[in-house]
């Protein structure tokens, strides 16, 4: 299968006659001249580029691109039409092949950047496919960009191409650098960050030398080791649960603090209170379509045949203008059928369906690197092929950056979802994703703490995530990883009152294995953040060490933790039973019954209380079934845990579409 982008309507080529001289541009002039070019050819009535003209004024793009957005015309059309504009040759380069060899000493950037790509040698020429007016500038940048493997080109010609011509050309001529860029440049630019390089070489002796330890203790001091053994055992939980219910007791206080403000600067634009309060509370700006900044939307869309074409319709319902909207559709090789259902929901001009080119580890991380580097956006965002974001949630997010410090690069948007009355473990994964987005992320934002992302609704500043070097490809949880590297590198994340609404698992095979990747990416997140232990703890000071130990390493330590403990409970109490004696010292038994009982409160409260927020008072019963729903979380931490030592970048698939509610 082709890893071209959305396929152009069929034309034969014209014939290489490239242009050395093309027409110097004037753009008000040419703006007036393509559209008379398009009526003359029919494929735009007089009305169609009055409204043009006044919509492109009223967002601050061109008419053209106004015209391709709202499929008043099609690539083929509007680049036939610029061609004759320019006075080149259009050229369909799917037949008339570049040589790849120039187009790699060129680079993927530099092609990119400037809109064209070095083509072919013609004689003493360097023919360039364009798709942006050709420049005397550009003609040097191209010459200097092949300086290093051409010989005697001393001149350049132009032929015409469409934006996706440009991309496919470059996924041909410089797959291996796209493979390369998104699989292993983080890992070869700064290998202490990424899982690639497996763990430090002295976790295996301190695992090893931790389970001689314990054999050796109970055949030495059995019950003394029993007795640490328990009270470890509840401390570890107690503490990953106690720090887990006092950020949702932060987040609580901010989202009151916040809920407040919000009230005040309605009074004051009521003038109801005096203008230094209106001044320290106003609203955010909405910011004019006109200044909006080009947003570049990425969809992981692997097997999802079943949504892809929903996922279309949400994004445009998203309240912001389409032209300003660089949507990709991140595909794989061996996908023909997402492929095909995404080209028959016809999706609009501004979304670019990218088929990713085969390569390992095979993650949704390593897509969206690709992805990455073809993004044309000032900010970016994940969705997920299941989404449902609020509408106005872009206009949400530059609110958050515009009232941020310079250390802001990431937003993340909250999540829960649209199908949680399906079964009982929907209802389950409803609550627990309503105290973790909307008291959880908010406190660890308030205390300054490390944020873990989630899988979608990120918001990033792209030029920033491309410093930060996109995603780890061999990390299963990229999200959460990505996030504190944010923090590693000084960058903060903040959080956004703005819910995406998503498909949760209706089915239990499907859960296990979803959060069996969750809780593997937390466990090779944490091992990858303390190769050097006294290293990552300067780098992320005290906050953000206790958020590592707490939070990233805490959680999948918790739930292995769960089922030791209440096996050595039950086993404890079969003994007592049979013996009338107890093991355990009376202390070692209520340290541990308080520190259980603690805990399980501390997670039903927060899951209750989330819900309230939410005024889903019918969920709220359901947050006492949490201790059973722990289990099965127990059940995918000891999964993760086989499988961080034999398969860590197997990424098992969360099926979607499967439940009736998801359309």
């Excluded at 590693?488 to 294995?513: L, Y």
């Excluded at 330590?557 to 093991?583: D, R």
Aim: hydrophobic share 50%; charged share 20%; glycine share 6%.
């Amino acid at each position: 299968m082709s890893t071209a982008l959305n396929e152009l309507p069929a034309r034969l080529p014209v014939g290489l006659t490239p242009q050395s001289r093309p027409r110097l541009v004037d753009p008000q002039l040419d703006v007036v001249r393509l559209l008379a070019i398009l009526r003359r050819e029919g494929h735009v009535t007089r009305a169609d580029c009055v409204w043009a003209t006044a919509r492109a004024k009223a967002v601050g793009v061109s008419p053209a691109h106004v015209l391709l957005t709202w499929a008043k015309v099609n690539r083929l059309q509007l680049w036939d039409a610029q061609c004759e504009l320019w006075r080149i040759p259009w050229v369909d380069v799917r037949v008339n092949k570049p040589d790849p060899h120039l187009a790699s000493a060129a680079g993927l950037e530099t092609c990119l950047a400037n809109g064209w790509v070095p083509h072919h040698i013609n004689g003493d020429a360097l023919v360039v496919a364009t798709s942006v007016p050709p420049t005397a500038e550009g003609a040097e940048r191209a010459l200097t960009a092949v300086a290093a493997v051409i010989e005697g080109a001393i001149r350049v010609e132009w032929i015409g191409c469409s934006d996706l011509d440009i991309d496919h050309m470059l996924l041909t001529a410089c797959r291996d650098d796209v493979i390369w860029d998104a699989a292993q440049r983080l890992a070869e630019e700064h290998p202490h960050e990424t899982a690639a390089t497996g763990p430090a070489p002295w976790n295996y002796p301190l695992l090893i030398g931790t389970l001689i330890s314990f054999v050796v203790a109970m055949v030495l001091r059995p019950i003394g080791t029993l007795a640490v053994f328990a009270v470890g055992l509840s401390m570890a939980f107690v503490l990953g649960t106690g720090f887990k219910a006092l950020a949702a007791f932060a987040g609580g206080r901010a989202l009151r603090k916040q809920e407040i403000a919000t009230l005040e600067s309605l009074l004051a634009e009521a003038n109801e209170l005096p203008g230094r309060h209106r001044l320290r509370h106003a609203a955010p700006r909405r910011v004019p379509d006109a200044e909006l900044p080009v947003y570049t939307i990425l969809v992981p869309a692997y097997r999802e045949e079943a949504v892809i074409a929903k996922l279309i319709e949400n994004l445009q319902g998203l309240d912001y203008p389409p032209e300003k909207l660089d949507v990709i559709v991140l595909l794989e090789e061996d996908d023909e059928l997402t492929l095909n259902a995404a080209k028959a929901a016809k999706p609009p001009g501004y979304v670019r369906l990218f088929v990713t080119p085969h390569g390992t580890p095979k993650t949704k991380p390593r897509a969206c690197n690709a992805g990455l580097r073809f993004a044309r956006g000032e900010y970016l965002v994940i969705y997920d092929a299941e989404d449902r974001p609020h509408p106005a949630q872009l206009h949400d997010v530059l609110s958050v950056f515009e009232v941020s410090d310079a250390r802001t690069v990431v937003v993340q948007g909250r999540l829960n979802y649209f199908n949680a009355s399906s079964n009982l473990l929907t209802r389950m994964f409803a609550l627990e994703y309503a105290a973790w987005f909307d008291y959880m992320l908010p406190g660890l934002d308030a205390l300054r703490l490390p944020i873990p992302l989630g899988g979608t609704s990120n918001h990033f500043i792209t030029a920033a995530l491309r410093d930060l070097g996109g995603w780890d490809a061999h990390n299963v949880t990229e999200d959460a990883d990505l996030g504190l590297r944010a923090t590693v590198r000084g960058m903060r994340v903040a959080v956004v009152d703005s819910t995406t609404w998503e498909e949760a698992c209706s089915e239990w095979k499907a859960w296990i294995k979803q959060r069996t990747r969750w809780i593997k990416g937390y466990m090779i997140t944490a091992l990858v953040h303390t190769r050097n232990p006294v290293a990552s703890a300067r780098r992320l000071g005290f906050k953000g060490t206790l958020g590592l130990i707490l939070l990233i390493a805490g959680t999948p330590l918790t739930f292995l933790a769960l089922p030791l403990a209440w096996i050595l409970a039950v086993s404890l109490f079969l003994v007592a039973a049979i013996t009338h004696h107890t093991v355990l010292p009376d202390w070692a038994l209520k340290v541990a019954m308080f520190n259980m009982t603690a805990g399980y409160i501390s997670v039903i409260a927060s899951s209750a209380l989330a819900m309230t927020r939410r005024k889903a008072w019918w969920l709220v019963p359901f947050a006492f079934l949490n201790p059973f729903y722990w289990f099965l979380h127990s059940i995918a931490a000891w999964r993760a845990a086989w499988q961080l030592f034999f398969t860590p970048t197997v990424w098992e698939k969360t099926p979607h579409g499967i439940d009736a509610n998801h359309t």
